[in-house]
């Protein structure tokens, strides 16, 4: 299975990401980041972190479930994460700049359910994506903001975003939906 | 009009006969059952090769049904409850007064009987109800019923009330010999229950019927019987409890019989969880018992407690059953699955023999209630059963001759069944599976 | 431990005695992140959005009605509520009659309470949509379990190895039944106790203790649940009267004071003050009887959506 990423890269991408938003947003004033759940959530905790040692201040970090907002088409295959688990953004998002962070951007419903899940908590100023992979194939007007890595893939093919936090180890594989090992 | 059946084995307890004989028939009358008797010795019989494999006995009488006319007629007539009957293998009916009107006079049980002679198929003896309305309050004419043709007296689908009552009813149907057919079960133990009480019926959340509610007034009618010297008959007995008392009430030599319905011997409670949770056609009076109950009636049927196997054969329309529970109509029919339940359940497991079947289904049920029957030598009536007891058979309610289809048995696989229904020399009932081998078909 | 589940198998919740642990886990887990929701400021999600729940009350009921209601709404469901009114029954609509008719209008869930047991499992063989039991005659009431559990989860942070006590009319209830199966699955320890004259036969066989002592009952509970008593069954001649029924069997701060010294007090309501349960101990600060009433529409929630909203097929890869 290819490896499109290891350990290394992806600290230095985050690193990267960190800087564009600081760049892009001149500073971390109003910023907030959230992370779409799965693996969006401790992407976007290292990006506090790593925005914290750059600027020394805490940026306002919150987690989206966006299962109860899925819309017919994602009722398969949007990685595995079938339980509904709790939302947390605990402050408010009204006037804030949201950095929404995901692990990859296929198709876009994902991100357009997440639009939709943040709209009912408030209204933010404005509302960024970052994204660790951008795959391709979308099917909604959806762009990132900021992507750790372009990758074309065929609809045959799957990549597998896995964090230490969750999966033990930091590493972006692409592997194949039929015929592969499961 | 003759007919000879050839080669089957006959079973005629009361002739002390089990082998195989020629059966001759006569107009309405056995005329000869011998060894063999040869198709040259009568040449204007109708010849019928029947073969081993198949079983020639008195004809089956089922002394409990429901025919519900008058007043019920959507639910079954005297004329489709004889039909099916004689599809069951049944030659005879008794039949129970809970009627709209009740039959407690004279004029409704010639009303059934003219009913009965007009269908012309199973014969049918009337029971008369014990008291007037079968409320349970006064006698009902009981010497005037018996003059016009019932058997026995019962106020089935209610027991006798009280302990008053049941004493004058044995003591005056004693008077002529004639049995108190008695539903046994006390109302304030029983309430409001739809279900045996037991922890099947707490699982579901219905209300129980405790099994002491038919205990208490079997024993009670005992007691009374031998004070009295009457018969009483014990209905649908359905406990262990109740045959305890059965028992022990023969032992002291009281006379006391009892009947057990097919659907005793053969489902216990825990059915009303599975397959189909909540079925209403498990729902009858008295319920579906326990295990260990179940396993003293098939003992009973074998050492003889149990007088006789009766249906309690009780038709009613889906609008009655396709409810809740609670709201069920009691009851299942039972004349066209009795036979082949009791070969599936009682003969091929060896819990008893072909002999006692016959005795269980003929000759003891035609005995209780007083009727002839329940032998076939030479000058009897032609009321005769013929029996596949290695028959499949796939119980299919659509195809009953009944009006109703209330059966928890639908689509059950038994073994055994009826091969042909011969009242008065005439064949009423052939089954067509079984013909084809026989060359039995057409010979009414 | 079993492996997790992902969906409940069928169309229906008829009972808990159908769901395995697994199934009881994943509504309960689903139930939090539903909570939160009722947090919110717009308390509302897509997730039932074009669903229709037809809410089929055979018995007066406000409590579990409204809670149904709140749960279809913040779904965003669309919703209906039918109470039938006892005329109905007398006129004799049949409730298979009323079923098809209301299928004819293409719901997608029936929530039914209704007087008879087994009511709903008619129901369910009758219709395509779903159907939820909102109690069936004495049979269960299985959200009414769930949020139960829900709300000894939550006080306790878990379910197996506690002792909970059921103290009432166990004969006539269905939360009793309910909470037996669920505690039970779930490997809680129950000890039933009521009058012998209301104890159902056989329930020692589902793995419960089963006491006519409250003191018993109650020594050393984690949690004390008390069942309603229903006035008229006075009339049943069960017990000869309330006062004796308090005297003897009524939880009161003396026996509450057996229980663990942090144990909860829960009835599913409504309380009959001074018959099963004293005034003190329903108000005092042990009762989490308003938190059953607040997860009660999480619970719901958590129901209608996995039985309505989740997806057909997650399983697949």
């Known amino acids: 299975m290819p490896v499109l990423m290891d350990r290394e890269r992806m600290s230095r991408t985050l690193t990267r990401i960190a800087h564009e938003i600081l760049e892009r947003n001149r500073g971390v004033d109003d910023i907030a980041l959230v992370g779409v759940r799965t693996r969006g959530v401790p992407i976007a905790k290292r990006l506090a972190a790593i925005l914290h040692d750059i600027t020394g201040h805490e940026v306002a970090t919150g987690a989206l479930d966006i299962t109860l907002y899925r819309d017919d088409l994602m009722k398969t295959a949007v990685g595995p994460q079938p339980i509904v688990r709790r939302t947390e953004i605990p402050f408010s998002i009204d006037g804030r700049h949201l950095v929404l962070v995901d692990d990859v951007l296929y198709t876009g419903r994902t991100i357009r359910a997440a639009l939709d899940a943040l709209i009912d908590f408030g209204r933010p100023s404005t509302i960024q994506l970052v994204v660790l992979v951008d795959r391709g194939h979308r099917e909604l007007p959806i762009k990132a903001d900021y992507v750790g890595k372009n990758v074309p893939t065929s609809r045959r093919e799957t990549v597998q975003v896995r964090l230490a936090e969750i999966d033990g180890v930091d590493e972006v594989l692409l592997d194949q939906v039929e015929g592969g090992t499961a | ?218 024993e009670r009618d005992i007691v009374l019987a031998a004070m009295t010297g009457g018969h009483a008959h014990i209905a649908h007995l359905s406990t262990a409890g109740a045959l305890r008392a059965v028992q022990a009430g023969k032992s002291r030599g009281v006379q006391v019989t009892c009947e057990v319905a097919p659907h005793h011997f053969t489902l216990s409670d825990e059915r009303l969880l599975a397959p189909l949770p909540y079925d209403t056609n498990l729902k009858m009076n008295p319920p579906l018992r326990e295990v260990r109950d179940r396993a003293s009636l098939l003992e009973g049927l074998r050492d003889g407690t149990v007088d006789a196997i009766a249906t309690d054969h009780a038709p009613h329309h889906a609008d009655d059953k396709r409810v809740e529970f609670d709201r069920a109509s009691f009851g299942i029919v039972g004349l066209e699955t009795a036979v082949s339940l009791a070969f599936d359940q009682l003969v091929h497991p060896g819990v008893i023999t072909l002999t006692r079947m016959v005795e269980l289904l003929s000759v003891n049920p035609a005995r209780i209630i007083g009727v002839p029957g329940g032998r076939m030598a030479a000058g009897d009536v032609a009321d005769i059963t013929i029996l596949a007891p290695n028959l499949p058979v796939t119980v299919s309610a659509s195809a009953f001759q009944s009006k109703s289809r209330n059966t928890p048995f639908d689509g059950w696989r038994l073994r055994g069944g009826v091969a042909a229904t011969i009242v008065g020399g005439r064949v009423l009932y052939v089954n067509t599976a079984v013909a084809q081998a026989a060359g039995l078909a057409g010979s009414a | 431990m079993s492996d997790r589940a992902t969906r409940l198998r069928g169309k229906d919740l008829l009972g808990i005695a159908d769901l395995t642990s697994a199934e009881i886990s994943l509504i309960l887990d689903t139930a939090e992140a539903m909570k939160e929701v009722s947090a919110r400021p717009i308390k509302k999600v897509p997730a039932l959005r074009g669903k229709t729940v037809i809410n089929l009350f055979y018995e007066p009921s406000t409590r579990t009605r409204v809670s149904f209601e709140v749960a279809e709404k913040r779904l965003s469901a669309d919703t209906l509520s039918v109470a039938i009114a006892t005329s109905s029954v007398v006129k004799g609509e049949t409730l298979i009659d009323t079923a098809l008719n209301l299928e004819a209008m293409n719901p997608d869930i029936i929530v039914c309470r209704h007087a008879s047991s087994g009511a709903n499992h008619l129901l369910a063989r009758t219709c395509k949509a779903g159907v939820v039991n909102a109690g069936d005659g004495m049979h269960e009431h299985p959200t009414q379990a769930l949020l139960d559990a829900f709300t000894i989860r939550e006080r306790k942070g878990r379910l197996a190895g506690l002792k909970v006590a059921i103290i009432g009319d166990l004969l006539h209830s269905r939360v009793f039944r309910s909470n037996v199966y669920l505690l039970t699955k779930m490997g809680a320890d129950v000890w039933a106790c009521g009058p012998s004259t209301l104890t159902p036969a056989g329930i020692a066989n589902l793995g419960i203790h089963v006491t006519t002592r409250v003191e018993e009952a109650v020594e050393g509970a984690d949690a004390v649940m008390m069942l309603r008593i229903q006035m008229e069954r006075m009339q049943g001649g069960y017990f000869p009267s309330l006062r004796e029924y308090f005297h003897v069997f009524g939880v009161t701060p003396e026996r509450v004071a057996l229980a663990k010294p942090d144990a909860i007090i829960m009835h599913p309501g409504p309380m009959n003050r001074g018959v099963e349960i004293a005034s003190e101990v329903a108000d005092g600060p042990a009762s989490v009887i308003l938190d059953q009433v607040a997860n009660g529409v999480a619970v719901r929630m958590a129901v209608l959506y996995l039985l309505a909203g989740g997806g057909e097929d997650e399983a697949a890869a």
């Not at chain 2, 009627?99 to 049918?124: C, G, H, W, Y």
């Open chain 2, 1 to 218: 009009m003759k007919l000879l059946l050839k080669g089957a084995r006959v079973v005629d307890p009361a002739s002390g006969i089990d082998g195989v004989r020629d059966v001759l028939i006569d107009g309405d009358r056995v005329a000869r059952v011998d060894v063999s008797i040869p198709p040259s010795a009568v040449p204007d019989a109708a010849v019928v090769d029947l073969g081993p494999s198949l079983v020639v006995c008195p004809g089956l009488v089922d002394m409990h049904v429901h025919l519900r006319e008058p007043g019920y007629e959507h639910k079954e007539t005297v004329r489709t409850g004889a039909a099916s009957a004689v599809a069951g293998g049944f030659t005879a009916v008794a039949c129970m007064p809970n009627t709209s009107p009740i039959n407690d006079s004279a004029s409704v049980t010639r009303f059934i009987l003219k009913q009965a002679a007009e269908a012309n198929l199973a014969r049918v003896y009337p029971i008369g109800a014990v008291s007037k309305g079968s409320d349970g309050k006064e006698l009902a004419e009981m010497a005037d019923m018996r003059e016009a043709g019932c058997v026995a007296f019962s106020d089935d689908g209610r027991p006798v009330t009280t302990a008053l009552l049941m004493r004058r009813a044995l003591e005056y149907a004693g008077m002529m010999g004639l049995p108190v057919i008695d539903h046994c079960e006390d109302k304030t133990l029983a309430g409001e229950g739809v279900a045996h009480e037991g922890f099947h019926a707490s699982q579901l959340g219905l209300r129980g019927i405790p099994g002491a509610a038919e205990d208490v007034m079997v």
